[in-house]
Each structure stands twice: as structure tokens, then as C-alpha cells.
């Protein structure tokens, strides 16, 4: 789909008459190719966690608002995303925390190439074991859980508290 000389992607951008996409050639295309088939391949769960927030949505609330004279904008801020509060905090963690420990990814697509531009954490533990060096690589393993924690709780606390307010 990335390949410079006959990828889907580029080919619909020249339809388009936008410029090709550098693909996986240079590092910052390489990262950004990542990042998309990361995001990709998350979607679905993100789309279902806020579907399922959304039916579970105070009808009454926005109606009330209308009544006061909100308009559609306001109830969209004042009402209704208050109470997608929890679908934000859920897909906020899980997309860090996939994010960070992203791996088949770079795997199947770059190796962490080109030019280590795609080294994510997880490839770099892997790539230490991989070599034999099991003690760096569980190290390496070792900080970026405790990383994925500190992190997530972090996050968690401040949309959480944000929620009480």
C-alpha cells in the first residue's frame, strides 16, 4: 500500500493531485506510515467504545439544555461531552498503552528502519534479545512497563479528576 512506485496510497494522492507520500523510505515517512496503520488498526475498538458511550447517553440532559435556550454547540460541550468522559479516559490509556508497546507493527513493516527511525522501545528489547543480550533486554522490558504504568496512571488521574469538577 506504501511502495513509492505502484502503492495504493500514493496512487489515489496523485489522483487527487496531491503530492505522493514519501512511504517508507525516509524516517519521517516511515514513522508516519506507522503511526496510520497503528491508529488503523485500532480504530474499531476506539469507534465501539464511544458507540457504546453514546447509547449510554442522558437524553434528558441535552433536552433540558435546549429548553434553556443551549445551542447546538454549547449542549455538544456543556452536555454531551461531559458524559463521553469515560469512552475519552478508556481510549486515551489503551492508546498510549499501545502505542507504547507497539511491535508487530515495525515487526512485519520496517525493522525499525530506516536509519533506526522506527526503533520503538519494544522492537529495541526484542531486537536485545533477539541477540542474546537477555539481561538488557529484560531491562529494557522491565522500565517500559513500569513507564506504561506511571504514565497510564498519570493520565488516568488527571481525566479522572477532571470528571469530579
Do not use: C
Request: no cysteine.
Amino acid at each position: 500500500m506504501f511502495n513509492q512506485n505502484f502503492g495504493v496510497v500514493n496512487h489515489v494522492l496523485l489522483a487527487l493531485r496531491l503530492p505522493p507520500a514519501p512511504g517508507l523510505i525516509t524516517p519521517w515517512g516511515a514513522f508516519t506510515t506507522l503511526v496510520l496503520v497503528e491508529a488503523w488498526h485500532h480504530l474499531g475498538l476506539y469507534a465501539l467504545i464511544f458507540l457504546t458511550n453514546l447509547q449510554l447517553l442522558d437524553r434528558s440532559l441535552e433536552e433540558a439544555a435546549h429548553i434553556d435556550g443551549a445551542n447546538a454547540r454549547q449542549r455538544f460541550v456543556n452536555v454531551t461531552l461531559p458524559q463521553l468522559r469515560p469512552a475519552v479516559t478508556i481510549n486515551t490509556i489503551y492508546a498510549l498503552i499501545e502505542f507504547l508497546k507497539t511491535f508487530t507493527v515495525v515487526f512485519v513493516i520496517t525493522r525499525g528502519g530506516p536509519n533506526f527511525s522506527t526503533d520503538f522501545v519494544s522492537f529495541y528489547a526484542w531486537s536485545k534479545f533477539n541477540t542474546g543480550a537477555y539481561g538488557e533486554a529484560a531491562a529494557i522490558a522491565t522500565v517500559l512497563f513500569l513507564a506504561i504504568f506511571a504514565i497510564v496512571a498519570g493520565v488516568y488521574r488527571s481525566l479522572d479528576t477532571s470528571q469530579a469538577t
